[in-house]
């Protein structure tokens, strides 16, 4: 039922009720991985919560591959990932150990808080950029498990820094999510663009739709993301 809803209010363009339905498919999967598979639960819970997305997703995006709507699209994808970030934040508040693989992943006292050059961080964001890219291209349905994935990492992070801040001053700290939430935004918007464009390249390759203005929207869009991840990693290491 959960992905003909997810359907129903992509095709509608409702942005809030994608935002509920991301957050009730990311508390539902943890639910069901932390009853069945307490013991990789931080795992199997992006995986269960992505499952109903996949049939909304890649529905929704092959309709619109021959003439895209890349705002209307690009607002889709970051309704659902605002909804599942939001509630992986909130599960990590409520339980901390929830989501300790994701943290170790990032770092949570290295790299992720440590002072970092521009390069290296702009070719670790490029380097995930095109595999997301290359994955939702070869793999259509990838898409939804990597944007969970990329949920669940950012929203145990962020609910990490929250956790540490002491006082009204820690706030406005450089340790505080609202210092990360810059470069975030952006960098998850060029990954959330990776997705959109693997899955529309995907669909106009098998398709056979070879037109040339065709071709040049999805450059276009291939561009606005590495705009994105440049500007995020500008802004990270500035």
Known sequence: MLPEIILEEEEELDYTRLVFAGGFA???GFLFARVLFPSQSAILAPVFAAIPLIYPLMTYYLEREERPDFFQETSVYASLFTGIAAAFFAISLVIPE???????LVGVSGYATAEASFIPVLLNNMTVFTGILGVSFLLGSAGAFILVWNASVLGAFFSHLTRDLSGAQGIFSTASPLAYFPHATLEMTGFIIA???GTTASASVYREHWGMEHWKKLAKLYLVGVIAIV???FIETV
């Open 231 to 233: 500007g995020g990693a």
């Open 26 to 28: 990311a508390i539902a």
């Open 98 to 104: 929830a989501f300790e693989f994701q943290l170790d």
């Open 195 to 197: 997705g959109i464009l």
